[in-house]
């Protein structure tokens, strides 16, 4: 069921350890290369992956392991204007992947909730959208918008990737996306957003 997050990797006997994994969208073509390295997590919204194992060594006559897994994702609107205040915030399932979503300038906010049990990390990345989507990203909680639950994203690059402490409170917690503190590049508003507990 699509969406899904992709979770592939490749392991073998050859003397070199460099065998990896070439992943490719829906084309076919190196045009549309996901990812390459020993391991991947793309996200499939539509279509099929193209997995092309390889060995930079070049290594010959040994046996590898293709492994791969599929997790469903909820899709979720970024629902403007709605969302840009925590009383508005859109409420999601993780796992989750927020499409199509984009910040319309550097002051707006996108908010969203999610009920965490007690012991789970929240995961939240941003990537492309836009390449050059700069986004910040807060969590709040347990049970209210104001107390921030872990550290703020490092604000390094272009898209973020913040794992929160594990949770000792089981409640609502609220995920805030917002621009980078230096701002949003011209052109460059649109991301995605995938958000899991671990």
């Known amino acids: 069921t699509l969406p899904a997050l992709a979770d592939l990797s490749i392991s073998g006997n050859g003397p070199s350890g460099q065998t990896g994994i070439a992943v490719l969208g829906p084309s076919g073509h190196f045009s549309d290369l996901l990812a390459a390295g020993a391991s991947a997590s793309p996200i499939v919204k539509s279509g099929m992956l193209y997995v092309i194992p390889y060995d930079l060594s070049s290594d010959t006559g040994y046996n590898f392991q293709l492994s791969a ?3 469903t994702l909820n899709a979720v609107a970024d629902t403007e204007p709605g969302n840009s205040t925590s009383g508005g915030a859109t409420t999601l399932t993780a796992p989750a992947l927020v499409d199509n979503a984009s910040l319309s300038d550097d002051t707006e906010e996108d908010r969203f909730t999610n009920v965490v049990p007690v012991g789970k990390k929240i995961h939240v990345v941003t990537m492309p959208g836009d390449p050059q989507t700069d986004t910040l990203v807060d969590i709040y909680g347990p049970n209210n918008a104001t107390t921030r639950f872990g550290t703020q994203s490092s604000d390094q690059d272009y898209h973020e990737d913040l794992t929160s402490p594990a949770t000792t ?6 995920i805030k996306i917002s621009a ?3 701002g949003l590049v011209s052109g460059q508003n649109a991301y995605l957003g995938l958000i899991t507990l671990e």
């Open 180 to 182: 980078s503190t230096i």
């Open 69 to 71: 897994h599929a997790t």
């Open 169 to 174: 409170v089981a409640g609502t917690y609220y």
